[in-house]
C-alpha cells in the first residue's frame, strides 16, 4: 500500500495546464478539462477589426507567467490559420514555464502528390510555420498530432519542436470491445497505406479472410469525400459481410458530403453502414453529425489530458 507521502509526491509531480482553445474547439476543450482537476481553462477575445483583421487579446496573460500553457487548435480552413498562429506565436513569450500545441487534424497534404517540377509542398510549409514556434522558458513547444495522413509528413518538422505523433486506434478498439458481436469482427483496410498504418495496432482482431457472416470494419485515417469506403462496403456485402462499420480518426467531410452515408427513407439496408465512429478532431463535422445515424463520436478528450501531461 502507498502512504500519504507516496501518494502525494505522485501528484505534485503533475503538472497543472492552463488550456486556451480556439473558438471550434470550445466544446472538445471542456471535455479536456473535465478529465481532470489539473487543466484549468482560459480564454482568448477573439475579435475582428472592421477591415477584418483580427483584434485578439489573451485573458491572464500576467496569471499564466511561470505556469504550463497548451492550445488546443482546429486548422479547419486557411481562413482561421493566421489568427491561431497569431496566439500560438504569442503564448510561449509570455514567460510560461512550458507551451503545448495539440492540433488534433494536421490537414495540410492530404491530396498533395509531389509528381512534378513546380508542385507546392503545402504541408511542408504548414510544418515549417510550426517548427518556427517561439521556445517557452521551459524549451521547444510540444507539438501533439493524431494520425497524421502521410507518414513522411512525420519528418517535415524541425528541431525547434518536438512532435508527439498520436492516435485514435486505442479508443475503436475499445469501442469494437464493448460490442455484442465483438467476437466477429473482421478488419479491413481501403489500401495499403491503411493496412501499414494499422495493422499492427488492431492484432486482436482478424484482419485476412472471408468476410461472409461476419461483422467488417474498415479502418482508415481520414475520409473526404467517402467514395472509397462506400465501394468497400459494397465489395463487402456482396461477399457475405452481415454488417459493415467504418472508423476514421478525422471526419473531414468537405460539402457536407457525410450525408451520403445517413440512412434515406426507404433504401437498402444492405447499401447501409452499420456503424460510423469518427473522433471530435474535425469540430464541425462533430457539430453536423450530432445525434445522426449512423455516425458516433469517440471523443479524443482522455487521451489529449493524459498528452499533456507528457
Known amino acids: 500500500m502507498e502512504d500519504k507521502r507516496e501518494i502525494k509526491a505522485k501528484k505534485s509531480q503533475k503538472k497543472q495546464v492552463h488550456l486556451f482553445y480556439c473558438v471550434e474547439c470550445e466544446e472538445l476543450a471542456r471535455k479536456v478539462a473535465a478529465q481532470s482537476d489539473l487543466i484549468t481553462l482560459q480564454s482568448i477575445n477573439w475579435r475582428n ?28 480552413s486557411p481562413g482561421v490559420i493566421f489568427e491561431q498562429i497569431s496566439v500560438i506565436y504569442a503564448l510561449p513569450r509570455l514567460f510560461v514555464a512550458s507551451f503545448t500545441l495539440v492540433l488534433p487534424f494536421f490537414p495540410t497534404g492530404s ?28 524549451g521547444p513547444t510540444s507539438l501533439v498530432i493524431y494520425d497524421i495522413h502521410a507518414l513522411q509528413e512525420r519528418f517535415y518538422f524541425s528541431d525547434h519542436v518536438l512532435p508527439l505523433f498520436e492516435t485514435g486506434i486505442p479508443l475503436l478498439k475499445q469501442r469494437l470491445h ?14 495499403d497505406g491503411a493496412w501499414k498504418r494499422f495493422h499492427k495496432m488492431l492484432d486482436h482482431f482478424p484482419t485476412e479472410g472471408n468476410p461472409a457472416g461476419c461483422h467488417v470494419v474498415i479502418v482508415d485515417d481520414l475520409v473526404q469525400s467517402g467514395g472509397t469506403l462506400i465501394e468497400c462496403q459494397k465489395v463487402l456485402a456482396a461477399h457475405g459481410a452481415a454488417k459493415v462499420s467504418a472508423y476514421v480518426t478525422h471526419g473531414v467531410f468537405p460539402k457536407g458530403s457525410w450525408e451520403r452515408f445517413t440512412l434515406k427513407n426507404g433504401e437498402n439496408m444492405e447499401n447501409a453502414f452499420a456503424n460510423f465512429w469518427i473522433t471530435d478532431s474535425c469540430p464541425l463535422t462533430v457539430k453536423a453529425i450530432a445525434n445522426k445515424a449512423p455516425f458516433e463520436v469517440l471523443s479524443l478528450a482522455g487521451s489529449i489530458a493524459d498528452a499533456l501531461q507528457i
Do not use: C, K
Open 49 to 76: 477589426f472592421a477591415d477584418g483583421w483580427p483584434n485578439l487579446y489573451i485573458n491572464s496573460a500576467h496569471d499564466i507567467r511561470g505556469q504550463h500553457v497548451a492550445f488546443l487548435a482546429s486548422f479547419s
Open 111 to 138: 491530396f498533395e502528390r509531389m509528381e512534378e517540377e513546380g508542385d507546392v509542398a503545402t504541408a511542408f510549409t504548414m510544418a515549417r510555420i510550426l517548427s518556427n514556434i517561439p521556445t517557452s522558458r521551459g
Open 178 to 191: 464493448q460490442l455484442p458481436d465483438a467476437n466477429n469482427i473482421v478488419i479491413a483496410f481501403p489500401d
